[in-house]
């Protein structure tokens, strides 16, 4: 049984996500593969209304294609100033194409009159597991609060982090780099949670 499991499915295309999922799990006994290693999976579509939702569709969407226990992350920004937008439609915010840069310039410009006092904002992951039958074994959330920064700052990191300022510091995600954000960032809490189901999985099936 445990032979079953040295194979984990992240199941994600996103470069900058799968790096740090990755760098989180490291010492795992999996070997990490994403959607890229399964080129003919159909994109599960993520129809669900909150994070968590999306997160268990595609844990199980995946595991169903590719057989394999799967780990599936949905997470976004949600902005105070713009009741909760992009939230989970982060990816998408400025059209399905947009590149990374595009989504920050969008919601810079929606925030354009609002003061720096007034841009509270959160980022935050939903990670699920799915075992190789797709049925979802454990679902885990984590958030970091911030503000939103008046413009980009930073070339580390992806999607809003040169514009997110988490709280108790100066810098954005971008700015103070993967070391310290792997500690602090709401996929890292997330994740953190989901490390330990993991380890007692492979303990479980080991013993057993």
């Known amino acids: 049984m445990v032979h079953s499991l040295t194979q984990l499915l992240i199941a994600t295309h996103n470069h900058g996500k799968l790096k740090e999922v990755r760098q989180l799990l490291s010492d795992l006994p999996f070997s990490l593969l ?5 080129p003919e999976t159909v994109a599960v579509q993520e129809l669900g209304s909150s994070f968590e939702e999306n997160a268990e569709l595609k844990a199980a969407g995946y595991a169903s294609q590719a057989g394999l226990l799967t780990l599936a992350d949905d997470s976004g920004l949600e902005v105070d100033a713009l009741a909760g937008a992009p939230g989970v439609l982060s990816a998408r915010y ?3 194409d ?3 840069s595009g989504r920050v310039a969008q919601l810079l410009a929606d925030l354009s009159g609002v003061a720096e006092a007034e841009r509270s904002a959160r980022f935050v992951s939903a990670v699920a597991i799915a075992d190789r039958k797709a049925r979802i074994l454990h679902m885990t959330m984590g958030r970091c609060e911030g503000t939103i920064a008046l413009s980009p700052r930073g ?4 999607g809003y982090d040169p514009i997110f300022v988490p709280e108790g510091h100066q810098l954005t995600f971008a700015e103070l780099g993967p070391d310290i954000k792997n500690q602090i960032s709401h ?5 953190a949670k989901t490390h330990e189901f ?3 999985l492979t303990r479980r099936l080991t013993d057993g």
Request: no cysteine; charged share 30%.
């Open 34 to 38: 994403s959607l890229r290693d399964f």
């Open 94 to 96: 400025a059209g399905v």
């Open 98 to 100: 947009a590149s990374d």
């Open 155 to 158: 070339k580390d990191g992806f």
């Open 187 to 191: 996929r890292a809490r997330a994740l």
């Open 198 to 200: 993991l380890t007692s």
